[in-house]
């Protein structure tokens, strides 16, 4: 069982910075697949960004095409940590935003083969 913890979620303005954080719970959290997703009122949870283990030291990660060039994922595996750092945020960038982790699957961006997920963190940018 794998618990992850968020936290960086808030209010901002348009234009301004946010920087999440998902602690997890595992003793192998180096070979996760992690990522994050995001939630707005009514709407279906879509993918934003993903950290995937490649083998040895090699990571992927991935991006929305959406917040390419604004949001960067990273990981710090030795505080079973991973980053989400928003940039330029935009009013439609306000969601809950969610942090999620797998293991065995390619599967990045897609929601259902990931078996753990965190409580959810609320990002707000206003205009």
């Known amino acids: 069982q794998v618990q992850l913890v968020e936290s960086g979620g808030g209010l901002v303005q348009a234009g301004g910075s946010l920087r999440l954080s998902c602690a997890a719970s595992?003793?192998?959290?180096?070979?996760?697949?992690l990522g994050w997703f995001r939630q707005a009122p009514g709407k279906e949870r879509l993918f934003v960004a993903a950290t995937r283990w490649g083998g040895g030291r090699t990571y992927y990660t991935y991006y929305t095409d959406s917040v390419k060039g604004r949001f960067t994922i990273s990981r710090d595996n030795a505080k079973n940590t991973v980053y989400l750092q928003m940039n330029a945020l935009k009013p439609e960038d306000t969601a809950v935003y969610y942090c999620g982790a797998m293991v065995g699957s390619d599967m990045y961006n897609y929601v259902p083969d990931y078996g753990y997920w965190g409580q959810g963190t609320q990002v707000t940018v206003s205009s």
């Open positions: 595992t003793r192998t959290f180096s070979i996760y697949t």
